[in-house]
Structures are given as structure tokens and as C-alpha cells.
């Protein structure tokens, strides 16, 4: 098996044990992202020669005893987490040539633990979209069968741990960006609870939405990194100060007398048969176990969408206000006058997706509308937290759907904008409720596509989400693309 | 409600975006679609409920008064699409 | 028509922290341009803004000072506009939850009391500065003040006039730099102030239309553009047509305001809560904490030095206008233990330095030191001229003031056996001059006076040297 199959846990053994050093391991990668990138297209920047010169690092700290498990781990970051020194594009013409010079908070934690970073990884433009087709770098193909969408907006990030062209990536999740794409290329993803990870340095899409998280090749791994970027951060006001927490403890404890719920309006119309299938399957072999699951309600859940793309709009339409083309960024060359050097700039340096939705935010604001559409969002939202914070009361975890269907053909709903919002259904009103969504494969579509079951948490349960998950996992196994699962 | 062309063109010049005139009429359509649905919103009974700005129980987060960045002009203008002699540019800005 | 003036002012002011309000970056005016500037500031990607507490204070601060209500839960709010010096093309402002509301000041206009009400006070932050290129064709944009924390103070309309908007800038003004939270350089733009005006029948309950002129930087160009202003919108009136709802620039080299329409046409600022900071509440003990902070109030002052010290009113406010200068007297009449000496000094040679210097010389002027040169006055030990020539040698070296006496020989002659040969010297010196005494001439006496204090160099003791030389007068008139 090659090395590119393994896990954190056993890459890092491996390295551990000299079987391998960093450096080699490092060009193993690099030399199939040179190999597989072309069809794939994960990957937006490779940068081959500061990844070579971490490997070095790494390997001195692993010479020395370093302890850390992410020592010498290559990994991929996506394309919104700003990365000093290597460009950071958001998969846009407006930060095309955008360097940083500053690292997101993660990307210090990651670096700060001898990670080997990669590169960057495409996505949807500015994390907008379910598909990672709206991207100027062009669409992320699904390594399961690349006619289809690797999903989004971390479509990247995920194909990239499905296709072995890192051993693991950060995401980001604002209404399913992590959990959706997670589960069409059968990887495992998590959106840890609001708060948990600093969003500093992540150019912000939805400033109250917005979490990083990681993609791994497994529960255990992701357990590894969540223990790495977990934590308070200074510079974000929003990040919570508590108790250092290691989530690689418990994962073993299993689910006995754990509660499920099963929220009744999530398995009610729209979704796919198969997925329904291979979820309430994950289910009963949660319930063999020993789990036991119960119907719980959530009769708000059904407005999440519409008030999830008014917050989200509303918020990106200010976040993205910035980008004017003056103090970096796209500038239109054409601009005679300062209003036209806002508009051209914006106008030129935009996609198609990134404008609708900063018009929908700019018109849910504005006078005459902020009342009936922002405001209403806002109290909806509360109604959705309530919902969840009562179905609490009668289960552990809710297990769900993460998407209606699995991975669907590249193209395919480009062109209707509403449909592609109202995919987000299962996965938006945890973002409005800011808790912890972690996604586990658990089967496979008429199509051969993988299917991956959202297991949804109290706020700060992620050490409990991924016990249950690691439950799962060992119950169904991992899934590789090309593997007869 | 129905949104036009016009509507569109408002909202645009809020937001400061230009549109080419042929890209107009589809964007308006779709928009008119994603408005119809999200108008959904206004028609739910919220009752007394109270809108929910944070999700966090979180309050006071302060950072002390502390002087603590260093002058680092040159590297910051270096992201900067056209600059001169350390300031950025932009068109004249006349004040009528 | 007998017409009434209704003003209302939305005065800003920079807080005086270290650092900006969202950032470590130093707050400070001037400097290269964009040397005071970080990613937070210059609103790059990804960045999050941490609120300054100090700047929270400072407002709440201001807000006591003004007998505000403390807003016990207030928040952030983004404020949405496209300007070339604004990076993030949002403020973050206060929207409906200002940190102050409800407050009141008390200003006085010709001996009267007024109360003004304050609407509210919020916390925000200031924008950078734009410049015209020499070069080229262009504008530069320098961000070092963007970020600096800044109050914006909106005022009840409650002023009826155009002296009542300056006094009432003044009082607010003086009121910031009591409190120490702004240091209210006006030139350096720290404090401006936009005039919201409008005129109405006298007797009409229904406000007019108003303008609003912005940025007017001095307590002259405040009254100056609001007398100008109720003139031109009276003349509108007056003509049969209509004031227009709109914002003004005040040009105070020409004396007059000019239309900025179009430029503010259906700005919809989009308000929303800031979701990168997260909401503040002040306690009672914060509250009271910084209630403990704020020193004696211009007026309460003012009152005190009327009736405990028997300052007379016109004095004790113009002293207490400034805090400089009140902080002087205080410390002056502790010291020589006479305040009325300590203010009159203060309202004749102080106040002509002052014209004359402007007001950079009360920094070179202790309180204390002032009141040990009075204090040698009061005890008679040195003259009136004396003490003036002991205070510019003061001001100019810094020297103690015993030691300028000392050096300078400014000392009170008392040497009776000196002050007799002096004057002995005098009577010989001048036979006319004691002749046209003897004739009755009480002229004569007050040249020997003279005579003999100039014999003294200036130090004598006028008494003594009247008694001594009415004593030797006497006696040679009796010879
Ligand atoms: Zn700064």
C-alpha cells in the first residue's frame, strides 16, 4: 500500500520510525499532485519549495524527539485561509495575485507543529457556492468519477484527501462548505462549533457563519487536527477561551446508550432514496451499537435556507465591500473616476455567484427591506437555535443527511442558483445555530458516489460527535476512490 | 414583488458593481427567483422572538491600550495594485 | 418677519488612547504617511478588529460628564458607505444602542444658565486622510488616522442662536479636555463639529428644513457658519422659496457655505451589528470605577471659586474655560494663600501672555511656582514690578523662583538706615522740589517719591519710604 494511502496516525508512525523521512515523503506528494492535479484540479497554488524546506525543518524536530503528532504531515490548505507569503486567492480574479503578508492564526497553530504545507486548494470564489465550479482556476473534479463535482465550497480540500494529494486539509464551513464536499468525495470533515477556531487570517465570507475545520482521511485524524487548531486566539474576539480539550481521547469509548435523533423533517421529501438509505443504515449500525435513536423535531429547519442566504448575503455584502481595488486586489485599468474605480473594479474583479449574492445582502439591507428580510432572518435564526437546543433535551446527537443527493455531474446546476441553495438544507441551520457538524462516510449512491452521514452536536461536543463518528467509521470502514467498497 | 432591471441596477450602484447591459436581464431574472423564495421569511409568525445577532454567550472582549504594531509601510503596499512614495492612489477626489 | 435659529450639533472627537481603537497601531497625529498603519487598519483580508477598552472608557467617561445614561448593553454596528479613505467601505459605528444617551449640558450665555440636551454619544472610528498628488492627477490616500477612536457627541436642537452653538461647542470642549479623553486640537482636527440648522417663525412649533454644514473646525468658524446659514436660509424664505434639505461645506476664507448635493443623494448606510466583536456590558462596579475617575466639572468649579472664594463670576469663568489655566489658579492660590491676588494676576498678566503667546505658554507655567512669586508679593517682600520681572524670568529659565529673587536682587529694601540715607540724599539733591513743598505744592512730595524709589532701584517698600520721607520732609521744613 502506498504511502499516500496512509493516515495521519500512520504516516506519522512511519516517520517516526524512519520507515520514511520528511523530505521523501514530501516529494511523494508533490509528485502526484504534479501527476493528478491537471485532472483533478485541487489544487490552485503548489508551493514546492517552501514545502521542501519545512520537510527539512520537520525532519530535525522528528531527529530531535519532536512529539507532535502533525510533525512532517503534508497537508493542503484552501484557498481562503490566508498564508503569508504564498499567494491567497479565493479562487477569484479579484485576489488573483493577492500575497499576505500574514498567516491565519490555523496556519501558524499548523506550522507551529511541523506541518508540511502543500499548497492551496481551489474552491467555490470567496467560499460561495456547493460545487467548487465557481472558481476563475475552473472546477474541482470529484476523484470518485471526474465528470461529477467534487462539491463545495471546500471542494478541493476534500478532493484532495480522496485523491491522496495531502494527508489532510483545512476547510472552511459557512453553510456546509467542509460537511458537503466531505461527504461527496467520502472523506471525513468537521465544522466544529462557532467559536472553537480562531477565524483569524480566514477572509471572512459570513463573519457570523464562518468556521475552519479540517478534512481527513479518517475520524481518528481529524480528532488529531481538531486538537491542533482548536483554541482561543486573541486577535478574534469571537473565539472561545476554555479548557484545552484532546479529542483524541474517548474515540474508543463506543455509543452505548448514546441518543439519536432523527429530526422527522430531514427525512420527509427531497432527499434522494439512496442517501436516505445509507443514513439510516449508519443509523441502525449505530443502533446495533448500542445507540438508540428517537424522532426529534425541528419545525423551524424548513426556513433555514432563505435565512441562512439573507444572513450570509448581508454579512458577505460588507466583508466583501473592501475589495475596491486600491489597497490590493484586481483594479480595472479602465476606472476614470473614483466611482468608476469602485464599480469596474468590482464589476471586472467579481464572478457571477459572488455578485448575486453581495447584490441579495446589499438588498436584504437596505432601507425598506431591512426590517422584512434581515431582521426576520435574525429571529428566525433564534427560532432554529431554539429548535435545536429542544431537541437536545431528548438526544446526544442528531444524525442527518448532509446533502439531498450525492455528487451530482459538473454543470449540471450551474445555471439555477435557487436549486443549488436549497441543497443546503440539511447543513445551513447548523451554521445559524453555530454547532458542531461532523460528517462520517456511510455509503454509496446507484452512481458508485460516496455518501457521508452529518452527525450534528450541542455547542463545544466535538469530543462526543467524534466518538460517536469513530463508532461509525469502524462499523462501515473508510472509503477510497478506486477501492472496491 | 418582482424585481426589474431598474431594481437591479439600484442595488448594483448600492453596492457599488458594474453590470454589462446584456448581463442585466438574466441577473434580474434570477434575482426575481432568489428573492421570491427568500420573501418565504417575511410571512413567518416570529411572535416576541428576539433577533439572534451572536450565537456565543460571549460579551466584553477587550484588548488593553497598548501601542504594540511596528512601521512596516513598505511590505503592506507592496499588496497595493499602484502605488507612490509610500501612499496609495486613487482618481482625483475633488470635494464639490 | 421675527424669525427663530434652531441648531443642533454632532460634534467629533478623537479619544486620546495609545493605540487605535481596533488595533496596536500608535495613535498619534502625523507622521510619513501610512508608517501608523497594520492589516487591522487597513482593512485587509481576513483581518478581525480587538475593541480597545480604554477607547470604551473614554466614551463612557464623556457620557458621565455630560450627565449621560450609561447604556448597560450596547454593541458594535457596521456602517456602510463607499469612501477612498475608509478601507473596509464599512464604519464600525454605534447604530441603535449608543454607549451614552439622554444627557444634558449646561452652557451660559450672558450670565444666564441654558441646558442643552445630548441625544447620545457613540464609540466609533475615524477614517484616513486624502491628499492631492503634486505629482500627478491623482489623489493619495495616507490611513495613518484610520482607526483612531473617535466620539461622535449628537446634541439635542435646543440652541437658538448662533453664539449659543459656539458657546455650546466650547463647553463640550472644555468639558473633553477636563475629562482628559480628547485633547481637542482643533487644528490637528481631533475635534470638528457639523451645525444642523434650520429657521422657523418665532411662535411656530414645527421645525423648518434643515442643512447641515460639516467639519468646521474652530469655536470662530461654528458661530461664523451658523450666523451665515440662518441668514442665507431666511433670504431663501424671505424671497418665497424653499430651504432645501442638504449638506453644506463651510468655506471660512470666504465667509460662506456651498451645496454638496449629489454627493450625499439616498445614502443608505445599511446598518447592521458588527458579527466580529461581540456585545459590551457595563456593570455598576465598571461604571462606578470610571465614575471615580472623572475630576470637578467646568461650572461646579466655576461655582465654587464664586462662592467660597469670592472670585467674581465674569473671572471665574473665563479661568475655568480652560483647564490648563484653572489648574494654574488652583495650585497658585493654594500656595500664596490669596485667590483673589492669584485671579487677578491671572486675568491681567496671564491672560495679555496669552494673547500675546497664545496658549503654548501655560505649559511652561507651574501653578506652584507661579503662587511662590505671589506669595513674596502678598508678604510684601518684593514689588508688583518686581513679581512681573520674576515671572518673565521664570518663564523664560524655569529657575526656582527664590533663586530668581535672590539673583535678581529683587528684594524689598527695608534697611531703614539705607532708606534714610536715600532719602536724605534726595532732600539735598532737590531745593527746588523741597521748596515748592514748603509752598503747599503736594505735587512735590510725589517727585521725591519717585526720586527716592528710583535712588532705592525700584526696591523699597513704599511705606516705609513715605513714612521716612514725610519724617524727613518734616523736619527740614521745621528747621
Ligand atoms: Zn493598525
Redesign the pocket.
Known sequence: MSILNKTIKETSELLRARKIGVVELTREYIKKIEKDNENINCYITVCEKEALDAAEKAQKLIDEGEASPLCGIPAGIKDNICTEGIRTTCASKMLENFIPPYSATVVEKLLGQGAVVLGKLNMDEFAMGGSSENSIFGPVRNPWDNTRVAGGSSGGSAAAVSANMACFTLGSDTGGSIRQPASFCGVVGLKPTYGLVSRYGLVAFASSLDQIGPLAKDVTDCAIILNAIAGFDPMDSTSVNKEYEDYTQDLEKGVQGIRIGLPKEFFDIGLDDDVKEAVLNAVRQLEALGGKAYEVGLPSIKHSVPAYYIISSSEASANLARYDGIRYGYRSSKARDISELYRLSRGEGFGREVKRRILLGTYALSSGYHDELYKKALKVRRMIFNDFNNAFENCDVIAAPSYPVASFKIGENIQEPLKMYLGDIYTAGVNLAGLPGLVVPCGRDKNGMPIGIQLIGKAFSEKLLLRVGYALEKAVGTFRPGEGN | MGIDIETIKKIANLAAISFEENELEGFARDFDLIIGYMEQLSKIDTGDIKPMEHVLPVQNVFREDEDT?QNNRDELIKCAPVSENGCYIVPSVVES | MDYEVVIGLEIHSELKTK??I????KNEFGGEPNT???????GMPGVLPKLNKKALEYAIKAGIAMNCKISRFSKMDRKNFFYPDMPKAYQISQYDLPICYDGYVDIEVNGEKKRIGIERIHLEEDAGKLMHDPFGQGSLID?NR??VPLIEIVTCPDVRSAEEARILFETIKTILEYTEVSDCQMQEGSLRADVNLSVRPRGQKEFGVRTEMKNLNSLRAVQRAAEAEAKRQIAVIEKGGQVIQETRRWDDNKGESFSMRGKEEAMDYRYFPEPDLVPIVVDDAWLNEIKASIPELPLSRKERYVNELGIPPYDAGLITMNKKLADIFEEAYKVCGNPKLASNWIMTDILRRINEQGDSVLDSLNGAKFGQILLFLEKGEITQASAKQALDTFLETGEEPESIINRLGLKVQRDENLVLAAVKDVIEKNPQAIADFKAGKTKAFGFLMGQTMAALKGKGDPAQVKKILEEQLNAAINE
Open positions: 504594531n | 493605540s487605535k481596533f488595533c496596536g497601531c501608523k498603519c497594520c492589516p487591522i487598519c487597513l490611513h484610520c482607526g
